[in-house]
């Protein structure tokens, strides 16, 4: 079992930046490491991923302005979000997903809100 614990969310206005942070209660060196997001009526989708070996990806909403980032020793991954925008707006989840044993984890979320 993994606890994710995310934090650093807010309001800003926008065009400003943020860092999203994911605290787990144990190793995640062997999990592929997600940023979700879910907006008021809409379905949760993938905002950014990281692998155990560094390999990123980005959905295409927020390519160029959003960096996703882990600290293995410190448990810990990051988002770190820029130029951001009012449709960025949404309650950001951190995910854990073992490639091994198919296992997801979920943390409670995070909100982030841009004004205009």
């Known amino acids: 079992q993994v606890q994710l614990v995310e934090s650093g969310g807010g309001l800003v206005q926008a065009g400003g930046s943020l860092r999203l942070s994911c605290a787990a209660s144990?190793?995640?060196?062997?999990?592929?490491m997600a940023w979700y997001r879910q907006a008021p009526g809409k379905q949760r989708d993938m905002v950014a991923s990281?692998?155990?070996?560094?390999?990123?990806n980005y959905a295409n909403s927020v390519k160029g302005r959003f960096t996703v980032s882990r600290d293995n020793a410190k448990n810990t991954v990051y988002l770190q979000t820029s130029s951001l925008k009012p449709e960025d707006t949404a309650v950001y989840y951190c995910?854990?997903?073992?490639?091994?044993?198919?296992?997801?984890?979920w943390g409670q979320g995070t909100q982030l809100t841009v004004s205009s």
């Open positions: 144990g190793s995640i060196f062997s999990f592929t």
């Open positions: 990281i692998t155990r070996d560094g390999s990123t």
């Open positions: 995910n854990a997903h073992s490639p091994f044993s198919l296992d997801d984890y």
